[in-house]
């Protein structure tokens, strides 16, 4: 089992840029594909993005496609999730979600993930 911590939301103005960070412990970090999921209220979880296991190689939903990005420093067992070009819409709690075990073509589904943190929230008004 690994915990999660995310950090890194707030309150900011559309088109602004948000670094989350989202620390792992408790397993080995390289062999997680971690993910990035949102929730605003009233709607259901949402991926957001993820990196592979090992390989690292990277998904992104088409909403944010082009202005998240994504990156896992196996070093610090840290993975980001760099945002900019921030929009109304994409104000949420974002969480981070790790899976050992997850398949590449179910990396999208929250019930793929046993793994989740406490949540982040992201505000983005003017």
């Known amino acids: 089992q690994v915990q999660l911590v995310e950090s890194g939301g707030g309150l900011v103005q559309p088109g602004s840029s948000l670094t989350l960070s989202c620390v792992a412990s408790?397993?080995?970090?390289?062999?997680?594909?971690m993910a990035w999921f949102r929730q605003a209220p009233g709607k259901e979880r949402e991926f957001v993005a993820s990196a592979f296991r090992n390989s690292g190689s990277t998904q992104y939903a088409n909403s944010v496609e082009g202005r998240f990005t994504i990156s896992k420093d196996n070093a610090k067992n840290t993975v980001y999730l760099q945002m900019s070009s921030l929009q109304p819409e994409d104000t949420a709690v974002y969480y981070c979600?790790?899976?050992?075990?997850?398949?590449?073509?179910?990396?999208?589904?929250?019930?793929?993930?046993?793994?989740w943190g406490q949540g982040t929230q992201v505000t983005v008004s003017s």
């Open positions: 979600a790790a899976s050992g075990r997850v398949i590449w073509s179910s990396q999208t589904r929250a019930d793929a993930y046993g793994n």
């Open positions: 408790g397993g080995s970090f390289r062999s997680y594909t």
